[in-house]
């Protein structure tokens, strides 16, 4: 049976956070036993070559990989790596890829009469939502039958009538298509909110609303800061405490 996409990346959320716990162990020099797992967004170079840049603004240069990779520029990763230098060449760090993976990577879209069904509005879970790199980052938890992939998007919806409105309303939609709803599993998305940016402001703010149940919806506050320092991005997200996960709600 072909494996989903979608479910593939909510193995690879686990297995990141896996990584993460173990990386806590790594220490302050370079070797080659240590490594870091990162989210980082993929800077298309020359000739088939690629950097990575993570969201706190630090640019990699794969030195060595034992990763096959065609890289696509803007696309989301999850990279395991290992530092091999400080700043050299323009790059804060040369390192080698240990593993390398796409994170399901997605513009905004805009809702409309067309293309309502196909994007659909069934419940899903949403761990946690955080904006970095200019993307809005998304772990969540929905059921699955097994038989026909879902789909996630962010989108803005133009069915409604509404003003312009500060903060900017979006909705994070799930389309489960009518199939079975008989196992768990973890998801993991990025949107692109970087055309969201303006030339007089340094942030946008968001209200994006999840459908968790028939009847329930949640509303994550998120701020996108674009005018700042590399040492500012970490501390500028807003993050939003996850939900209780239920399986009533499905």
Not at 68 to 78: A, E, I, M, S, W
Not at 148 to 166: M, W
Request: with cysteine; aromatic share 12%; glycine share 6%.
């Amino acid at each position: 049976m072909k494996k989903s996409p979608l479910l593939y990346l909510g193995f690879m959320a686990s297995v990141f956070i896996l990584f993460s716990m173990a990386s806590c162990l790594e220490s302050d020099g370079y070797s080659l036993g240590d490594f870091r797992v990162n989210i980082a967004s993929v800077h298309a170079e020359k000739d088939g070559a690629y950097s990575l840049i993570l969201d706190n603004g630090e640019n990699l240069w794969p030195a060595a990989t034992n990763v096959l990779y065609r890289p696509k520029d803007g696309q989301r990763v999850f990279v395991n790596y290992t530092l091999l230098s400080g700043e050299h060449n323009g790059y804060d760090h040369y390192i080698k890829i240990n593993d390398l993976s796409n994170i399901l990577t997605k513009e905004v879209l805009v809702l409309n009469a067309a293309n309502a069904d196909s994007i659909g509005n069934d419940p899903v879970i949403v761990k946690d939502m955080w904006e970095g790199g200019g993307y809005l980052n998304v772990s969540f938890l929905f059921n699955y039958g097994g038989v026909k992939p879902h789909a996630i998007n962010l989108v803005k919806n133009e069915l409604l009538s509404k003003d312009a409105s500060d903060p900017i309303e979006l909705e994070f939609r799930h389309n489960a298509y009518g199939s079975a709803t008989s196992r768990l599993y973890e998801g993991f998305a990025c949107f692109d909110l970087r055309p969201f940016r303006v030339s007089d402001a340094d942030s946008v703010k968001f209200s994006i609303k999840v459908k968790e149940a028939k009847d329930v919806m949640k509303i994550f506050d998120i701020v996108y800061k674009y005018n700042q320092t590399a040492d500012d991005t970490e501390t500028s997200n807003t993050r939003v405490t996850p939900v209780t996960f239920s399986e009533e709600y499905y």
